[in-house]
């Protein structure tokens, strides 16, 4: 396995793969999705565990909305049970998916108390009406002190999976890949807002068009979620040029 630098304009066919293999399949894409947002939710139902449980199957969620997207840029049709394909690649694998999710999960939990606490402090001395600025403070502290760990996550998955390497290691290989290859990542982040903004703006003009606010309303939702979905399904493309195999027989694939 080698590091691949891509040029920065790689960030766009990132985005236009994605967007075409979506459209190659929506239904399964779409559909796959919505399946882990709904165990989601039941997960976060368990009182007390419940964000805990949450937080640990984001990397195998995230290996398995990939593996989906391999299967459907090959053209076949991707099954519910793709979703788990982490823990279908053997124990050994299975297991160092499990140790990404502790990580991640410790990773958050330290990056939201800390993002608490900051804004906590800005709050304080503020007092009277800051109150919405305190969340507002609070939610970005979270989400900067979220970006390093956005960055040691973003290929780890794939690479325990379809690399076999060890969880710490995969750490440390994602993050230099997205440092070396950061032109590409901000013009497909970029891109990737250009692309929500414009949707948000159609569909709202449309739904104004239909029926005034509360029909905009309803259907932002529903084409955010698929919105999502998309952006999903190119996270697969991004780690795929950023590593060359170096054994044919390492190429992603999936495990059936």
């Given amino acids: ?41 039941v997960i976060l139902q368990v009182p007390v565990l419940g964000m805990v449980l949450a937080a640990m199957i984001v990397p195998a969620a995230t290996l398995g909305l990939m593996a989906a997207t391999a299967e459907a840029s090959t053209g ?19 297991r160092a998916m499990l140790v990404l999710g502790a990580i991640y999960t410790v990773g958050s939990l330290v990056a ?63 993050a230099v890949a997205c440092l070396r290859n950061i ?12 692309l929500f903004l414009l949707a948000g703006f159609a569909v709202s003009a449309a739904g104004m068009l239909m029926g005034g606010l509360g029909v905009a309303r ?13 952006f999903s399904t190119s996270l697969y493309f991004t780690f795929r040029d950023s590593f060359q195999a170096e054994d044919p027989q390492e190429l992603p694939d999936v495990i059936l």
């Fill in 76 to 94: 076949r049709f991707p099954m519910p049970t793709v979703l788990l394909s982490a823990f279908r690649a053997g124990r050994q694998r299975g």
């Fill in 112 to 174: 939201t108390l800390l993002g608490s606490l900051v804004a906590g402090g800005g709050g304080a001395s503020a007092g009277g009406d800051a109150s919405g600025q305190t969340v507002d403070l609070r939610a970005v502290a979270v989400l900067v002190l979220h970006l390093p760990l956005v960055l040691l996550f973003w290929h780890a998955p794939a690479l325990v999976h379809w690399h076999g390497v060890p969880p710490v290691k995969s750490l440390f290989f994602s």
């Fill in 1 to 41: 396995m080698k590091l691949n630098i891509v040029p920065a304009r790689t960030g766009l066919t990132w985005v236009k793969l994605g967007v075409m293999t979506f459209l190659r399949q929506p239904l399964a894409l779409t559909g796959l999705f919505f399946m882990y947002m709904a165990a989601v939710l």
């Fill in 183 to 194: 032109g590409a990542l901000l013009v497909y982040g970029f891109a990737w807002v250009l």
């Fill in 218 to 230: 309803s259907i932002m939702m529903p084409t955010v979620l698929v919105l999502v979905a998309m």
